[in-house]
């Protein structure tokens, strides 16, 4: 079975301006099943095609299963099956021998930055880069799925 541990932070973005962001990649995700008890994922990165299937979080933990897919095959299910989607710069970042994702949303997400850190266990240690700001794993607003629903750019919107 696969196995998920990740935290999120926010990210300070005059910090994150002065970051040195060495690798990066485009990201177009969208949603065939998304519920609090499982996500099924359709992910185009650059040139590459996967489909990811998660199951319920508890505490940073979930089940994740991910498998590669032809590029074609992710951009059909983007455009012919998909009920919600995203798209975001990802940056790769190591910092103090782990890597950090750094998400920039766009689109009706633009403006929100999503750092994340995946572990090997939930009490694993690790030190924050300096241009992390706030936890939000508990926070459901900020997961992937919850943002191609309930995009950032509406939030402010009563």
């Not at 099943?33 to 998660?54: H, M």
């Not at 994740?64 to 919600?84: M, T």
């Amino acid at each position: 079975m696969g196995v998920e541990i990740e935290r999120k932070f926010l990210v300070n973005k005059e910090k994150w301006s002065q970051a040195i962001k060495e690798e990066r990649s485009f990201f177009r995700q969208g949603y065939i099943v998304s519920d609090p008890e499982r996500t099924i994922r359709v992910r185009l990165i650059d040139s590459a095609g996967f489909i990811t299937i998660k199951g319920l979080t508890v505490g940073a933990t979930r089940t994740e299963y991910e498998y590669p897919i032809p590029k074609e095959d992710a951009q059909q299910l983007l455009d012919n099956f998909c009920n919600s989607e995203l798209s975001k710069i990802r940056y790769f970042i190591t910092h103090d021998n782990k890597l950090w994702e750094v998400d920039e949303f766009l689109g009706n997400n633009e403006g929100l930055i999503v750092a994340e850190i995946e572990l090997t266990d939930e009490n694993e240690p690790f030190s924050l880069p300096d241009w992390v700001d706030t936890e939000v794993t508990h926070e459901k607003k900020y997961s992937n799925s919850n943002l191609a629903i309930k995009p950032y750019k509406n939030w402010n919107i009563q």
